[in-house]
């Protein structure tokens, strides 16, 4: 099911669900957690159970200048969600107007109004409002208020608490195992395939090419993939994240990924590329034979690393 937009009229048969409430970038193992708290009241309530998310991020909002920082576009998001079972997605534009919203705006306008929300489950230390006034107690009193019941959730993990924060850093350093546990699955970047240099193809190993777009910077070097084209099958690769310093530094650093088993163009299709393991940091060869040397090398080492995964 698409999103809903509360800038359109809710269909009467969404309103009224059990939500869960937050950015949920990455629906990581803490995401889940409060996920599962909203199915458990709704369950208890006789309601479907729906997440309200936010697009784009409040931190593109607030500083439209950062660095990319993103762990999912939102079809990624949606996807996540929808293996959760979730029944509804409300995805809310985040513009000058929400951002100056009070809390009691915010719960009575968008949650009460505009969605009929039932229950609310949150994150313990999720904030809401201008200037973040609104916290887990003010959001219980407002439910009160407006006919709706509020669960905070506590952080998983304990004290070295799941969040995408956590994440990003455990990609930024290329511990892809750690991004991977946190996540509940392997970290992965979608985008259509665009023309490149075609040197992989010259070089002997053709590479199916994605911009990083506002994902965050991985680790730049070669990574050992899996690749989905979009049928769902996950075929073994081998990548690499950077700028190409031997046969001439790209402006951006750009994933480029060859496909082991696999013979086709792909150019202009959108194809989602899991990086399973971090293999080695980029490096500047002396020369493109030494790099075709080398290249065959991480593709030996990325099988040995896909190997039971």
Known sequence: MPPHSPSS????????????????????????????SARTAGERLGAALGVIVFEPHPRRFFQPDAPPFRLQTSGQRARALAALEVEEVFEIGFDASLARSTDREFAERLLHDSIGVRHVSIGADFRFGRDRMGDAESLRKLGEEFGFSVDP?????????ISS??????????????????????????????????????????TANIALADYVRPRLGVYATRVDLGDGVLLPGVASVGVNPTVGALPEPLLETHL???????YGQRIEVELVAFLRDEAKFDGVEALKVQMQQD???????????
């Open 165 to 206: 924060t956590l994440i990003r850093k455990a990609i930024v350093g290329g511990d892809m195992k750690q991004a991977s546990e946190l996540l509940g699955r392997p970290w992965a970047i979608e985008g259509e395939v665009q023309r490149g240099f075609e040197r992989g193809r010259t070089l002997g190993m053709p």
């Open 9 to 36: 009229t809710i269909p009467d048969d969404a309103r009224g669900a059990s939500v869960a409430l937050g950015n949920f970038d990455g629906v990581h193992l803490g995401h889940q957690a409060v996920i599962a």
């Open 153 to 161: 959730v506590a952080p998983v993990g304990g004290a070295a608490k």
């Open 260 to 266: 082991l088993d696999f013979s086709g163009d792909l």
């Open 299 to 309: 593709a030996i080492e990325a099988r040995r690393a896909l190997i039971g995964v």
